[in-house]
């Protein structure tokens, strides 16, 4: 089917004001390198922004070899707040910020997010009117709340399209929950790419155009910015790498097969391979921490396996999409340089070398606020539009 004329238009609008969220002010000629769009289309688009108030432009200070004056754009921030929510598995966090993305507020409660969609929507619904009465903020001043979800969410019904990912959240419509919750505009996304989006706008890809941020906690998700755009593929479900078979006929997944890559790497089963062998650790620990540990020779081996078995699976993706760095997120990435050292080594192996040789393998930046961070970056473009 083609394209129509006025997709393409909207298309345009979104990547322009996407980049100047990320990073302004920026020249025309800036935008036109940073969305791939011709100086012509960008000029077009740029009008019809202005003209709508959406951005704004400075005075040219300086001229653009011997051509018109460049004169910078800014993005528009119109007045009110913004609210970001991340459900972990076993948590929800929330925060309360300016248009600019400056946080006033922030909490975290524990949760059974997996367990109960009910249960977990209404503790986020608690604590952002929490966040809003300590901040004194009217509810009536939030002009976007986007939440992270992690799970797969189906864009054209906004229900969460797993029975076997999140259980308890089968069918359930997370953004009317929550607009009946919150009231105002809700926007849900899933957490990996709202955390790679973070390390786009915020953290370690900061500038690079085509990233993977992987999710190694509990599960393991991946989150595609290519091309400088998130990417959530046709039905809103790329990224599910966790389910990628590794060992045929292996332990029970979640998902209801076997072999799936999260049965054998996780931050539980890394943590159970360190009782195993002996360590004096905690069965339940509250939070899931490697780094404290990695000193320790043995704990390093059993992290740089993981490293290795994440890696391989990375490659083939690698091998598709030729990333210019791999983001490595969630309580598995506190393994540090193990880890990341045993995801080169699989890379080595097994990705093509103008691949390996090429592709940068970091830690994230953001830690575990980084979903939450991606939030309020969504919800600063989409307050906007
Ligand atoms: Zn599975």
């Known amino acids: 089917m083609p394209t129509s004329p006025n997709t393409r238009v909207e298309r345009g609008r979104r990547a322009i004001l996407d980049a100047l969220n990320q990073s302004f002010p920026a020249t025309r000629q800036e935008l036109s390198r940073r969305t791939g769009l011709a100086p012509s289309t960008v000029a077009g688009i740029v009008r019809g922004l202005l003209a709508e108030g959406l951005v704004h432009e400075h005075a040219a200070t300086e001229r653009a070899g011997r051509g018109r004056p460049s004169s910078p754009l800014s993005p528009h921030r119109p007045p009110g707040y913004l609210v970001g929510i991340d459900f972990g598995h076993t948590h929800v966090s929330a925060a309360l910020a300016s248009t600019a993305q400056q946080v006033v507020a922030e909490d975290r409660v524990p949760v059974d997010v997996d367990g109960s969609a009910g249960h977990a929507l209404d503790r986020a619904g608690a604590l952002v009117a929490g966040l809003l009465d300590r901040s004194k903020v009217?509810?009536?001043?939030?002009?976007r709340t986007v939440a992270g979800i992690p799970g797969p969410i189906n864009q054209a019904t906004g229900r969460i399209q797993s029975a076997t990912i999140l259980a308890g959240w089968a069918g359930v419509r997370p953004r009317e929950e929550l607009t009946a919750r919150l009231g105002g505009e809700v926007t849900i996304a899933n957490d990996a790419e709202l955390a790679a989006l973070a390390e786009h706008t915020h953290g370690a890809a900061r500038g690079v155009s085509d990233l993977i941020y992987v999710k190694a906690s509990h599960g393991i998700g991946a989150g595609l910015i290519l091309a400088g755009r998130r990417y959530t593929g046709a039905y809103g479900a790329s990224g599910e790498i966790g389910h990628t078979l590794v060992q045929e006929g292996g332990a029970q997944c979640r998902c209801g097969q076997r072999g799936c890559l999260e049965s054998v790497v996780s931050i539980g089963e890394v943590w159970r391979q360190l009782i195993a062998a002996g360590l004096p650790l905690p069965?339940?620990?509250?939070?899931?921490?490697?780094?404290?540990?990695?000193?320790?020779?043995?704990?390093?081996?059993i992290v740089a396996d993981a490293g290795r078995r994440l890696g391989r699976v990375l490659s083939d993706l690698c091998n598709a999409l030729d990333p210019a760095m791999l983001v490595i997120g969630g309580e598995l990435a506190t393994g540090g340089e193990p880890l990341l050292e045993g995801i080169r080594e699989s890379l080595r192996r097994f990705a093509q070398p103008a691949i390996s040789d090429r592709v940068h393998v970091r830690s994230s930046a953001l830690g575990?606020?980084?979903?939450?961070?991606?939030?309020?970056?969504?919800?600063a473009t989409e307050a906007i539009i």
């Open 138 to 143: 009217p509810a009536g001043s939030v002009l």
């Open 368 to 379: 575990a606020r980084a979903a939450l961070v991606g939030a309020l970056a969504l919800a």
């Open 283 to 301: 069965e339940q620990p509250d939070e899931l921490s490697l780094d404290a540990l990695v000193g320790d020779p043995v704990v390093a081996r």
